[in-house]
């Protein structure tokens, strides 16, 4: 096969902004229990690590002094002791000058204190740590956070069996393509062996939303979900099926322009407290399921040219509507207003069947759409209030 094309923001016709505004998973929080790690996300270098206060910092990742990565280094004498992480500050492997949690140099070991130069700073990045990942919020001109991560209630319940995230490695696609999805009724059938008895999507803001079922063909049972984007790069799926219900999450986070780290989990609760070893099982059991799922779409996606215009039937989903939605997070949220003006309401496919609008009012979507700040408040990004 001849080498895979992409295609870039301006490619779609997004901008002005090369990469979006919005919360995007950087790690598993797991990931820094061995110590700092290297990460590389939006065109950027990172350094990403635990302080000892627990509070999870990432700097730019280049030390000033003589452009040492602060967090790459694993055989260098400081790198392999406690001396690297002093409090919730770094120190570069090369020479030990220390970064604090603001990016600046506030010790050198063989320089007088009070006088670290200014001009040695470096940035550092508003992160969160957010069910068991890692989010940072990017912003292309540094613009502080304009709302909060999602979050999910089923993940305090205390039969919560939490996801162990999988890592599936980067994919030569534009996220705007894997966004695609939430338009995209007609694939269900030939990709997923579940063919839609009933579609619609819904925007609201900042929230895109699908709304969709039928007979799930590998379980020979009907399927509804309730999928949504509150930050672009997230998305979270309830699903019921078989009575059970979880919550599958999917995330890709732009690594350069025209490539994306994807990553995949599972929600459940268990049938016990304390869960068993079959709760474990079946827990586990669901999760590799919708990655199989998922890997259908995986795999369609490593083997296409870019799309970056849509062919699209009238009996195709709103994929303008949802790329119109796509596109706000590529400008300033002062100009993305004019963008939610025109793609806000209902987006059905003509002459098919949508869902029923009672199930909307009955209280199963109650625990989606929410975000969660870091004082423990709940909202709703759907409703704008807050949820007690």
């Not at 990742?61 to 260098?76: E, I, N, R, V, W």
């Not at 993940?155 to 162990?164: C, G, K, L, N, S």
């Not at 609008?357 to 700040?373: I, Q, W």
Request: proline share 6%; charged share 25%.
């Amino acid at each position: 096969m001849a080498k895979k094309e992409t295609a870039g923001a301006a490619d779609y016709g997004l901008g002005p902004y090369k990469y979006p505004r919005g919360w995007f998973v950087i790690a598993e929080a797991n990931e820094l229990d061995d110590g700092p790690i290297a990460k590389t996300f939006f065109d950027k270098d990172f350094a990403l690590y635990r302080g000892k206060s627990g509070r999870v910092v990432l700097l730019d990742a280049y030390c000033k002094h003589m452009g040492t990565h602060l967090a790459a280094s694993k055989t260098a004498y400081i790198a392999q002791t406690e001396d690297l992480i002093e409090g919730d500050s770094i120190r570069c492997p090369y020479h030990a000058w220390r970064y604090n949690e603001k990016g600046d140099v506030d010790h050198i070991p063989y320089h007088d204190a009070t006088k670290c130069p200014k001009s040695a700073s470096i940035e550092s990045y508003h992160v969160r740590e957010v069910m068991g990942m890692i989010m940072m919020w990017h912003h292309p001109e540094g613009g502080e956070p304009e709302l909060e991560p999602p979050y999910l209630p089923m993940w305090d319940d205390e039969r919560a069996i939490h996801w162990q995230l999988d890592h599936l490695g980067t994919l030569p696609i534009h996220g705007i393509e894997i966004t695609d999805n939430m338009a995209d009724a007609q694939h269900l059938g030939p990709t997923h062996g579940s063919p839609v008895e009933y579609f619609e999507n819904e925007i609201k803001d900042g929230v895109v939303i699908q709304r969709q079922g039928g007979v799930l063909a590998v379980y020979k049972s009907k399927l509804d979900s309730v999928t949504w984007y509150s930050t672009p790069g997230v998305l979270c799926s309830k699903q019921t099926w078989a009575g059970m219900t979880m919550v599958e999450l999917i995330c890709n986070t732009p690594v350069s322009d025209g490539v994306s780290q994807c990553w995949h989990g599972v929600l459940s609760l268990s049938d016990h407290n304390p869960a068993t070893h079959a709760d474990m099982a079946k827990a586990k059991a669901l999760q590799e399921g919708a990655l199989t799922a998922f890997a259908a779409d995986f795999d369609v996606w490593s083997n296409k040219t870019p799309a970056t215009k849509v062919m699209r039937l009238k009996k195709d989903g709103r994929f303008d509507m949802v790329r119109k939605w796509v596109s706000q997070w590529y400008m300033s949220a002062e100009d993305a207003e004019a963008v939610r003006a025109e793609v806000n309401g209902f987006h059905p496919i003509p002459d098919f069947p949508r869902p029923d609008p009672a199930k909307k009012t009955s209280g199963y979507e109650d625990d989606c759409f929410l975000t969660r700040g870091a004082d423990g408040t709940v909202r709703s990004v759907y409703t704008g209030e807050e949820v007690k």
